[in-house]
């Protein structure tokens, strides 16, 4: 967009050598020595393809000793983990709604500003203007004047789908109720169960077979990878023909979620024996 090379204006960051996962010391070791050239350090709350949980407040806090803007995309953070931006000093987040907040494909995004970007000119913080956030005052006015709204919702540019909406509501409703704190609780829970049934009763069987996600369940949300010993689409198709639907990812991988808010620790046992079957 700005006419950079990606090649050479993007710093891409590896797991070292025979690991799945970025170790935070390595982030910050980047963002400390290539900071003075960073104009923007743009991570995932949660990496898509591990599950990995990363440190937002450290890496916020290390980009800001740099000068640099400190973003996430949040797609698999959000309704998964608590999250405090404001407090963490994120300047911006986007994310998804049709994953764990359970809108469906198709809905609303969300983003996050920092207040101390509030009501700064676009000059400042140049970016897309829509109609959709412009002050209700002045929007059916039809006037070459563009007065945005406050905060985040400045970066409106159309309305939202009104159906998928709506269902989204309802899903952030059953979220106020259950309280994030309390699904986090759960969640860990849950996963901590998961591991051990893989360990004990899956790789055990199967011992090529490995979890890429963090083993430690501060470091992950509530999301393992299991790498495969063999090709991913006959094991999801077996699991699919058993009643168990899990997320493949080409050529070797499956990613299983158990979600706090309506998975149990018997579908876990249950999904171990099936995931069995699917292997043989």
């Known amino acids: ?46 990496q898509f393809y591990t599950g990995q949980y990363f440190d937002i407040p450290a890496i916020t806090s290390a980009g800001h000793s740099k000068g ?24 911006f987040a986007a994310w998804c709604s049709y994953k764990y907040l359970n809108s469906g494909p198709g809905s ?30 002045n929007r059916f006015k039809m006037s070459s004047f563009h007065e945005p709204k406050l905060g985040a919702q400045s970066f409106m540019l159309s309305n939202p ?3 998928p909406t709506v269902c989204l509501t ?23 169960y998961l591991q051990l049934l893989l360990q004990q009763q899956v790789i055990s069987q199967h011992p090529t077979i490995r979890i890429l996600s963090p083993l430690e369940s501060k470091s992950r949300g509530c999301q393992i990878s299991v790498l495969l010993d063999r090709p991913v689409k006959p094991v999801t198709q077996k699991l699919e023909s058993l009643g168990v639907i899990c997320d493949a990812r080409e ?24 995931f069995l079957q699917a292997l043989q």
């Open 251 to 274: 050529p070797d991988v499956i990613r299983i979620s158990p979600t706090p808010l309506y998975n149990t620790f018997s579908d876990i046992q249950r999904f171990i024996g099936v």
């Open 68 to 91: 640099c803007v400190v973003g996430f995309d949040l797609a698999h953070a959000v309704g998964n983990l608590p999250l405090s931006l404001h407090d963490w000093d994120v300047d």
């Open 1 to 46: 967009y700005h006419g950079h090379d990606p090649e050479k204006a993007i710093i891409l960051l590896t797991p070292r050598e025979g690991e799945y996962t970025l170790r935070t010391e390595d982030i910050l070791k980047v963002i400390d020595e290539e900071g003075d050239s960073v104009a923007l350090v743009l991570l995932p709350g949660v």
């Open 170 to 192: 309802a899903s952030l409703q059953i979220f106020n109720e259950a309280q994030i704190p309390h699904l986090r609780a759960k969640s860990i829970l849950l996963t901590t």
């Open 161 to 163: 789908p009104v159906l």
């Open 108 to 137: 609303i995004a969300g983003i996050f500003v920092h207040s101390r970007h509030h009501g700064k000119s676009f000059d400042e913080l140049p970016h897309f203007c829509g109609w959709w956030g412009q002050t209700l005052a």
